[in-house]
Nanobody, 122 residues
């Protein structure tokens, strides 16, 4: 059984930065792709970023490219999302998720965290 626990959310002004973390339990983290998705109020969940098991491959949504960076530490079973130059439209609940391979589709992920809320004020 895999459990994912996100942390690091909060409130920040536009232009600010936050780093989200997701800690995974279970023996398969180092062989799993991980991703970040987000869901804004009244909107569907959308892809943010994904990282391969080794960390050698990443891809980002166009809306966050150049501002967000995802990384992982397999020794600590942790994946991070560094968010810079935050905008009010980045306000959402952010979720980490696990898959066997990187994908931009939410349906490819079989385990999800409970989410952490990010609020960006103008």
């Amino acid at each position: 059984q895999v459990q994912l626990v996100e942390s690091g959310g909060g409130s920040v002004q536009a232009g600010g930065s936050l780093t989200l973390s997701c800690v995974a339990s279970g023996p398969t983290f180092s062989s799993s792709a991980m991703a970040w998705f987000r869901q804004a109020p009244g909107k569907e969940r959308e892809f943010v970023a994904t990282i391969s098991a080794s960390g050698g491959f990443t891809t980002y949504a166009d809306s966050v490219k150049g501002r967000f960076t995802t990384s992982r530490d397999n020794a600590k079973s942790t994946v991070n999302l560094r968010m810079n130059s935050l905008k009010p439209e980045d306000t959402a609940v952010y979720y980490c998720a696990r898959s066997s391979r990187p994908s931009v589709r939410a349906t490819a992920y079989d385990y999800w965290g409970q989410g952490t809320r990010v609020t960006v004020s103008s």
